[in-house]
Each structure stands twice: as C-alpha cells, then as structure tokens.
C-alpha cells in the first residue's frame, strides 16, 4: 500500500495490526479518524462473517474465496475514504451541516448487516449529492449465502436501506439498485476423529 492509500496516515497493515491487537493500547490518532473507523468497522464485518471459511485448510481455500475477499477489502479501503460533502439543512442560516460521502456508504454497511445471510460489498451514489434534492440512484453490490432466497433477501436490503437513508441524510434517493455479485459457503464442520481408547 503506498502512502497514498494511507487512511489518515496509517495503512491497512496498520489497521488490521491493531484490530489483531484489540486496538489496545488505544490509538487516538485512529480512534479520532472517521475514515479510520469506517474502515476499522468494515475490517471486522469481514472477519466476523468470513471466520468460519478461514477454518479450512489454506490449501483448500479456492482462489474465488481468496479474489472475493481482496475485492471486499479493496472496497472498504476506497469507500472509507471521505468522498464528496452531503449537504443538511438547518434553521440557521449561518450554519453549514454535512455528511460525508464515506460515511452514507458507512450507513449502507450498516444497513446491510441488519439483514441475516448477505454481506455488503460496492456502494455508490449515482447523481450530484452536493446539490440538496437532486436525485440520486444508490447503488449496492451483495453477496448472499448460498441457498438463501436471492429477491427475498434483496428487497430486506432495499429496505433497509431506504429507512436508514430516510433517517440519516436527505437524499433525494430515486432507486435504490442491489445487485448480487456472488454466493458464500459456510463450510461443514470437521468430522470428529473417534477415540483411540475405544
């Protein structure tokens, strides 16, 4: 990672070093920084969902698992990043509110691990988010756990995701367009040996 990945002026390795290290001792150069956290937050969805494929033997991940979590990763370290500002109104004429466009996208991931069984990859806003009531199309790329009902779990995203934007911003959001990118396994769990006491 160059530094001009850096996030706030710390890489990835430097994230993920200090989720191993259960962010003890505490950083505040990272705990301070919003795009740190987004990422941070991001980091550990990945692994809480994708700890039971990291029980099998390395030799036997396939290189799709591996190309799907370096995408989902590579997701995260782009839309972490602070993005475009999204204006709010307030009373006050003097006063200037915004929300940044990574942290929208922080709410679409959260929004996304409301519903069971799928895991948020791209987000993207379509339209000019910096102009208050201009359209815009979210755009959300999913992977969902295979066997699950693929229109089912997509419209509980869909929903999720109108009510979260709806609380939080105030989007003009014309559609909201998922789209399923790929399935996940859980693998079976390993066969237990029988005891050689017997």
């Known amino acids: 990672m160059t530094s001009s990945d850096a996030l706030a002026g710390h890489t990835f390795e430097e994230l993920s070093d200090y989720l191993d290290r259960d962010r003890t001792p505490a950083d505040p150069s990272i705990d301070g920084s919003p795009e740190c956290q987004i990422a941070l937050r991001g980091m550990q969805r990945l692994r809480?969902?994708?700890?039971?494929?990291?029980?099998?033997?390395v030799?036997?991940?396939?290189?799709?698992?591996?190309?799907?979590?370096?995408?989902?990763?590579?997701?995260?370290?782009?839309?972490?990043?602070?993005g475009r500002d999204i204006p709010i109104s307030h009373p006050s004429p003097s006063a200037r509110l915004i929300v940044t466009e990574g942290a929208v996208r922080g709410i679409l991931r959260a929004a996304g691990d409301s519903v069971p069984n799928i895991i948020v990859g791209r987000c993207h806003l379509d339209g000019d988010v910096s102009v208050p009531g201009a359209p815009v199309i979210v755009r959300v790329d999913a992977t969902v756990l295979e066997g699950e009902i693929i229109p089912s779990l997509a419209d509980q995203l869909r929903e999720s995701v109108y009510a979260a934007l709806s609380q939080h911003t105030e989007l003009a959001v014309e559609a909201v367009d998922i789209t399923i990118r790929d399935l996940y396994q859980v693998p079976a769990p390993a066969p237990v040996k029988a005891s050689s006491d017997e």
């Not at 809480?48 to 033997?57: Q, S």
């Open 59 to 82: 030799e036997r991940e396939s290189e799709r698992e591996d190309s799907w979590v370096n995408s989902i990763l590579q997701h995260i370290n782009l839309e972490a990043r602070a």
């Open 48 to 57: 809480n969902t994708h700890r039971a494929l990291l029980k099998k033997d």
